[in-house]
T-cell receptor
């Protein structure tokens, strides 16, 4: 079993749709959590950190459930520009990062 | 925000050439930098962890004599692909970890390496 698992996708949604991605992690010592997006042939870019209380940044909402070792990312009112691969990243206190394989989102007109 | 610069962004070389890639953290000190490789339509694969002033830690299956890593300062790590062959062609990405607990990695722009 992988340390970080994500919905494989792909997710194909129309513009304006709401889409949610899930991520589970197996290392209970994990301390910090992030969502990155990666466009085709580009480097990953930090989208947002994920906090226990949940956090929102515009159309994006991230949530963390430590008891279930589960992270989610919700995108509301999807735009064409949201099409990308979304990576779930989990860090331990030692600074080790583990990446999920990513979930591909395609937003269509 | 934090910026990591990676150079060069694109390299095309003949087989047998050694290629050096630089990764710099521009506005913060990075005691730890990471080197990844990504093949088309595949996920990032961690190659090694580079620690300033000490030897790099390589992931299983990554040849340390093939992929030489030097982290001579808090803002610079280099990866040298020695005697590169076509199977080494890939997208190489570095990242730097900001000091402090709970900080995210910041990635360089990546280097697309093509070996003919």
């Amino acid at each position: 079993r992988k340390e970080v698992e994500q919905d494989p996708g792909p997710f194909n949604v129309p513009e304006g749709a709401t889409v949610a991605f899930n991520c589970t992690y197996s290392n209970s010592a994990s301390q910090s959590f992030f969502w990155y997006r990666q466009d085709c042939r580009k480097e990953p870019k930090l989208l947002m950190s994920v906090y226990s209380s949940g956090n929102e940044d515009g159309r994006f909402t991230a949530q963390l459930n430590r008891a279930s070792q589960y992270i989610s990312l919700l995108i509301r009112d999807s735009k064409l520009s949201d099409s990308a691969t979304y990576l779930c990243v989990v860090n331990t206190n030692a600074g080790k990062s583990t990446f999920g394989d990513g979930t591909t989102l395609t937003v269509k007109p | 925000g934090a910026v990591v610069s990676q150079h060069p962004s694109w390299v095309i070389c003949k087989s047998g050439t050694s290629v050096k890639i630089e990764c710099r953290s521009l506005d913060f000190q990075a005691t730890t930098m990471f080197w990844y490789r990504q093949f088309p339509k595949q996920s990032l694969m961690l190659m090694a962890t580079s620690n300033e002033g000490s030897k790099a830690t390589y992931e299983q299956g990554v040849e340390k004599d093939k992929f030489l890593i030097n982290h001579a300062s808090l803002t610079l790590s280099t990866l040298t692909v020695t005697s590169a062959h076509p199977e080494d062609s890939s997208f190489y990405i570095c990242s730097a970890l900001h000091q402090g607990l709970g900080q995210p990695q910041h990635f360089g722009d990546g280097t697309r390496l093509s070996i003919l």
